[in-house]
């Protein structure tokens, strides 16, 4: 898909904030309201733009605790990645899943109220599936970079 620079610049402008109304993308990027507007319309209808969403604070909410699991499985037949994949939707504590190539299944991003949470989500939860061989955990101790934000400028 091509995109125009003036394309991207909108795709950037929304990333950062979904708030700002057609007006003023349309002002940032030199043109007018209703082709700004199409052109939004038009990404969003190609699925470039899957949706608009409040950025949550995790830590001014509570959830102190992020971990990423590593995980695998005791068959990885259709049959149990399937079912495993299935299962790892429902729980909102994992907020990230990913299929991996190498040693692992599969990692995971795991967001928690605190350690006691976690030990039972790992318990009582994830390692309650005969699915599981295998779980390691590593503890995320500082954040250096959360970020949503696409590296569009390789779109140009």
């Not at 295998?134 to 970079?145: D, Q, R």
Request: aromatic share 6%.
């Amino acid at each position: 898909m091509m995109l125009t620079k003036q394309d991207v610049e909108i795709l950037q402008l929304l990333q950062r904030d979904a708030t700002l109304s057609t007006g003023a993308i349309a002002d940032k990027v030199n043109l007018s309201q209703s082709p700004c507007w199409r052109r939004i319309n038009r990404m969003e209808q190609q699925g470039l733009v899957r949706g608009r969403v409040a950025l949550l604070d995790r830590s001014a909410l509570g959830m102190d605790i992020v971990v990423f699991a590593t995980i695998n499985l005791t068959s990885t037949g259709r049959q149990n990645l399937l079912e495993f994949e299935q299962d790892i939707v429902r729980y909102p504590e994992v907020i990230e899943c990913y299929t991996m190539t190498g040693i692992w299944d599969y990692m995971l991003k795991i967001v928690t109220r605190d350690i006691r949470h976690f030990e039972d989500f790992v318990r009582n939860t994830l390692t309650a599936s005969p699915a599981i061989r295998e779980l390691h955990s590593h503890m995320a101790v500082t954040e250096i970079k959360n970020t949503t934000e696409l590296p569009l400028q390789s779109q140009l």
